[in-house]
């Protein structure tokens, strides 16, 4: 198991980002969350077999058609939290 923080820049608001991320990770197979964050920037916490999440991240290079990604940042984070399904959170 396979847990990442990913901050997602460019244009990520407003073009439905968030809820693209979280069909792909329920299609996926991934748990975890989606939310916008205050300086424009997406964050994605996903949980699960690290190549789910690295299919999740492969796609969140390029989101969805509508979105232009400039930077994906990711770091791997301790497991200390379990997720029952995907969100979006406000």
Same mark, same amino acid.
Request: aromatic residues 6%; neutral net charge.
């Given at each position: 198991?396979?847990? @990442?923080?990913? @901050?997602?820049?460019?244009?990520?608001?407003?073009?439905?980002?968030?809820?693209?991320?979280?069909?792909?990770?329920?299609?996926?197979?991934?748990?975890?969350?989606?939310?916008?964050?205050?300086?424009? &920037?997406?964050?994605?916490?996903?949980?699960? &077999?690290?190549?789910?999440? &690295?299919?999740?991240?492969?796609?969140?290079?390029?989101?969805?058609?509508?979105?232009?990604?400039?930077?994906?940042?990711?770091?791997?984070?301790?497991? &200390?939290?379990?997720?029952?399904?995907?969100?979006?959170?406000?």
């Amino acid at each position: 198991m396979t847990k @990442i923080r990913a @901050i997602v820049s460019g244009k990520v608001q407003g073009v439905g980002f968030r809820f693209s991320t979280q069909q792909q990770a329920r299609k996926i197979g991934v748990n975890g969350y989606v939310r916008n964050l205050k300086n424009g &920037d997406v964050e994605i916490v996903a949980l699960g &077999d690290t190549e789910k999440v &690295d299919a999740l991240l492969k796609w969140a290079e390029l989101g969805p058609p509508s979105a232009m990604v400039n930077n994906l940042r990711v770091e791997v984070i301790a497991e &200390d939290e379990e997720f029952n399904g995907f969100e979006i959170l406000r």
